[in-house]
């Protein structure tokens, strides 16, 4: 499942595959895997995106381990040991079945020029966190659908490939279980609720009827939400009438227990993947009122041996709040930093230079006082600092945009109640 900023799921401004759907170096460069920003241990970079797998991956892995050898137990009893080989064998491969229907969802995005930041195997499947949403909901559905159908035609070639191999051996058992969990996987996502892939299709058709994003998104959500309930309650109770093919007199206490533990989890993860994507939504829905003119401080031009005191002095008057150093052609060449005036003691200020607490301006930091939205966020993502020099289209000073300010605004337009 692919998560595009909206989904706090499977996966920040990512989709995610297996029970999940519910967004260095690599590989013989000769480097060990090492720990990435929070994303777990870098695997690769495949289309130059980093694939990081994360420690609850580990522990995923040994319960699939564990459960499949179980099962294995049963069918190849002569394996004895070494079934739990094989069953790594096949939570290893399984996970790489994850990888492919993610890989999908990379593929698509950047074919439709949207940055991806990271794909992540974890705990529940896999998330590929693409930054910015499709421009169109014909492309919202492509780019949802393709995991799924990847997943869908993994399954048919495992099962070509059981119909090569003698049955109740062990190639036969790795492709039977590898075409069924891809089967489930491609199923599971395909349910239509947020956060799962089917959701974002859900989405994406309610757009294309009204004509709004956000209608696509509140329906969404809301099923998905329907969707936590039903799963909630109905897995167990499939589970305790034996309509999963279970006998009902073979379902142990423990059974009982593991179903709803797995319900309740698989529930909480679609609900709040749910919830979520309506938070992202109504957020990007404010994100207009971001602009930069309206959030600059007026400033005003000061040289750079200009003592503090006196360019303070001259803020004041001008009712301004904020210092731009200027050169002697009154190029603006650096912006005195608010933190660093608050640290000057007042009885100091007519010996500090204003020279001495400035930052020197880099292109990064020159602001298009008509710029908004997710433009304005991804410049100040892209250069961060404490302040920037708003200019207008002639190149004139502005004023001075705080980053601080933009915080508070972007922290007031998440609280604000969408239309």
Do not use: C
């Given at each position: 499942?692919?998560d595009?900023?909206?989904?706090g799921?499977?996966?920040?401004p990512?989709?995610?595959?297996?029970?999940?759907?519910?967004?260095?170096?690599?590989?013989?460069?000769?480097?060990?895997?090492?720990?990435?920003?929070?994303?777990?241990?870098?695997?690769?970079?495949?289309?130059?995106?980093?694939?990081?797998v994360?420690?609850?991956?580990?522990?995923?892995?040994?319960?699939?381990?564990?459960?499949?050898?179980?099962?294995?137990?049963?069918?190849l009893?002569?394996?004895?040991a070494?079934?739990?080989?094989?069953?790594?064998?096949?939570?290893?491969?399984?996970?790489?079945?994850?990888?492919?229907?993610?890989?999908?969802?990379?593929?698509?995005?950047?074919?439709?020029?949207?940055?991806?930041?990271?794909?992540?195997?974890?705990?529940?499947?896999?998330?590929?966190?693409?930054?910015?949403?499709?421009?169109t909901?014909?492309?919202?559905?492509?780019?949802?659908?393709?995991?799924?159908?990847?997943?869908?035609?993994?399954?048919?070639?495992?099962?070509?490939?059981?119909?090569?191999?003698?049955?109740?051996?062990?190639?036969?058992?790795?492709?039977?279980?590898?075409?069924?969990?891809?089967l489930?996987?491609?199923?599971?996502?395909?349910?239509?609720?947020?956060?799962?892939?089917?959701?974002?299709?859900?989405?994406?058709?309610?757009?294309?009827?009204?004509?709004?994003?956000?209608?696509?998104?509140?329906?969404?959500?809301?099923?998905?939400?329907?969707?936590?309930?039903t799963?909630?309650?109905?897995?167990?109770?499939?589970?305790?009438?034996?309509?999963?093919?279970?006998?009902?007199?073979?379902?142990?206490g423990?059974?009982?227990?593991?179903?709803?533990?797995?319900?309740?989890?698989?529930?909480?993860?679609?609900?709040?993947?749910a919830?979520?994507s309506?938070?992202?939504?109504?957020?990007r829905?404010?994100?207009?009122?971001?602009?930069?003119?309206?959030?600059?401080?007026?400033?005003?031009?000061?040289?750079s041996?200009t003592?503090?005191?006196?360019a303070?002095?001259?803020?004041?008057?001008?009712?301004?709040?904020?210092?731009?150093v200027?050169?002697?052609?009154?190029?603006?060449t650096?912006?005195?930093?608010?933190?660093?005036?608050?640290?000057?003691?007042?009885?100091?200020?007519?010996?500090?230079a204003?020279?001495?607490?400035?930052?020197?301006?880099?292109?990064?930091?020159?602001?298009?006082?008509?710029?908004?939205?997710?433009?304005?966020?991804?410049?100040?993502?892209?250069?961060?600092?404490?302040?920037?020099?708003?200019?207008?289209?002639?190149?004139?000073?502005?004023?001075?945009?705080?980053?601080?300010?933009?915080?508070?605004?972007?922290?007031?337009?998440?609280?604000?109640?969408?239309?």
């Amino acid at each position: 499942m692919e998560d595009s900023g909206e989904s706090g799921e499977s996966g920040r401004p990512q989709s995610g595959a297996a029970g999940k759907s519910p967004r260095g170096g690599g590989p013989g460069n000769g480097k060990q895997p090492r720990p990435g920003p929070g994303g777990g241990i870098l695997m690769g970079r495949p289309f130059g995106v980093p694939v990081y797998v994360a420690p609850s991956w580990f522990l995923v892995a040994a319960l699939i381990t564990w459960v499949f050898g179980g099962q294995l137990d049963r069918v190849l009893p002569e394996l004895g040991a070494a079934r739990y080989l094989v069953s790594l064998f096949f939570a290893v491969a399984f996970y790489a079945s994850v990888l492919v229907h993610e890989l999908a969802h990379t593929v698509a995005a950047l074919r439709f020029q949207l940055p991806v930041r990271r794909i992540q195997l974890q705990f529940f499947g896999g998330v590929s966190e693409i930054e910015k949403e499709t421009e169109t909901p014909g492309r919202e559905f492509v780019l949802a659908f393709v995991g799924p159908l990847l997943s869908l035609v993994l399954s048919g070639v495992f099962y070509l490939g059981m119909k090569t191999v003698e049955p109740g051996t062990v190639p036969g058992v790795l492709l039977a279980g590898l075409m069924v969990s891809n089967l489930i996987v491609a199923g599971f996502n395909l349910l239509p609720g947020l956060p799962l892939d089917g959701g974002r299709m859900l989405r994406a058709v309610v757009w294309k009827l009204t004509g709004k994003p956000m209608s696509g998104t509140i329906a969404a959500a809301w099923v998905g939400r329907a969707l936590a309930v039903t799963v909630l309650i109905g897995l167990p109770l499939l589970t305790q009438t034996g309509a999963l093919g279970n006998s009902p007199d073979q379902v142990s206490g423990m059974d009982t227990v593991t179903d709803a533990l797995l319900a309740a989890i698989l529930a909480a993860i679609i609900w709040t993947g749910a919830g979520n994507s309506l938070r992202m939504a109504r957020l990007r829905e404010h994100l207009p009122e971001l602009r930069a003119r309206t959030l600059t401080r007026r400033a005003v031009p000061v040289e750079s041996t200009t003592p503090l005191s006196e360019a303070l002095r001259r803020a004041n008057e001008a009712g301004a709040r904020a210092l731009v150093v200027v050169d002697g052609h009154g190029d603006p060449t650096a912006l005195v930093r608010e933190a660093a005036i608050v640290g000057v003691p007042e009885h100091r200020r007519p010996w500090v230079a204003v020279s001495g607490l400035a930052q020197d301006l880099t292109d990064g930091m020159r602001v298009p006082a008509e710029l908004a939205g997710e433009p304005l966020l991804d410049l100040l993502r892209a250069t961060p600092a404490t302040e920037y020099l708003v200019i207008e289209e002639t190149g004139e000073i502005y004023g001075v945009l705080s980053a601080a300010d933009v915080e508070k605004a972007f922290v007031a337009a998440m609280a604000r109640p969408g239309s």
